[in-house]
């Protein structure tokens, strides 16, 4: 009888063992997700001061263990919107012929976003804001609840403008700003000399620590949105 039961009871642990194996898979895939950080060089110049502030905050999520990749905007014309609403229809921005819609596509996949830019005469270069007033509107679902920052360098002023300019998006798209132990600008003039600013590489440093410490800590699920249907109202109604 005692022989019977004992057979009893282990096909029932190995039962219970093939049942519960898919499940356990599945929470250690979700709990070691490979999160990835997506980087807008808003600059024309490849590898100039904005890259390599944005190279340093790279360098220090993978020491984090974070992923990420720099997509460079590129020396080509870049279209504004143009408010035509197609986006909405087609799923992708009607302007085919720039990056907007690649880097759409790559933020799906990706758990957050930094966007670097050279000061324009106190604002953001020009085509980085229109890539991302494009994305935001064309592509609102990849970046919504995602953790996001900006970052400018500039020969001498007009950082703290820009670096203000391109944290607007990210909160009307709910997306939650990823702070540093400063404003997150850097002061350089030539190519690279953006890397002798310590403190700009540092603000760098810890911005990447933050992002992936919320990262991390949320498991890269994005934040939630609205509780209930947005409301959309203006001052005439």
Known sequence: MSTRREFIKNAAIAATAVA?????????????????????????????????????AANQLKENGIDSEIVWIG??????????????????????????????????????????SPVYYGQPNGAVLAIVQRLCYSAGGALSGKPAAAFAVCRRGGATASFQTMNMPFMMMNMPVVTSQYWNIGYGQSQGQVAEDAEGMQTMRTLANNMAALLKATGGKPMPGPSDRPVFTNFIK
Request: charged residues 20%; proline residues 4%; negative net charge.
């Open 20 to 56: 519960v194996a898919p499940l356990v898979e599945t929470a250690c895939a979700q709990t070691t997700k490979k999160m990835k950080v997506l980087m807008i060089n808003g600059s024309p110049h490849q590898n100039g001061n904005t890259a390599t502030a944005l190279q340093e």
């Open 75 to 116: 020396m080509s014309p870049v279209h504004g919107c143009i408010a035509c609403g197609r986006c909405r229809a087609d799923g992708k921005c009607i302007f085919d012929d720039d990056i907007c819609n690649q880097v759409a596509v790559k933020m799906q996949e990706c758990d957050a976003l930094i966007v670097g």
